[in-house]
């Protein structure tokens, strides 16, 4: 498990049905290509979040695949449709098999 990850989210708290609306995640990760070599010459092995998503009550909003030419601390900003009063859940997928989740409740008046 790589140390310090730490997602984060912004996501409203209501919305009005069948509104869209705009979550903004970020995850730190060193993301690390497994292309660089330390002090000892020795290479790093590659440690990279390698999938995000998000769901909106089961149904799938966001599936992104994640390749080593992404950034240190990947941010994601996307759109979703509300229709009815639920929970988003967010998930991203480390390379050692750690799954970092966070959950937003929204509420549609």
């Known amino acids: 498990m790589a ?8 996501a409203p708290k209501s919305a009005s049905a069948g509104e869209v609306v705009t979550l903004k995640t970020l995850i730190s990760h060193p993301m690390e290509s497994g292309q660089r070599k330390d002090s000892d010459g020795n290479v790093i092995p590659r440690s990279i979040i390698n999938r995000f998503t998000c769901e909106l009550n089961g149904a799938m909003v966001i599936d992104v695949a994640m390749d080593p030419a992404i950034s240190t601390n990947p941010y994601f900003e996307f759109e979703a449709k509300v229709d009815a009063t639920g929970e988003f859940k967010l998930t991203w997928y480390d390379d050692d098999g750690s799954v970092y ?3 937003q409740p929204i509420e549609v008046a």
Do not use: F, W
Request: aromatic share 0%; no cysteine.
């Open 101 to 103: 989740e966070d959950v």
């Open 3 to 10: 140390s310090g990850v730490k997602p984060r989210v912004k």
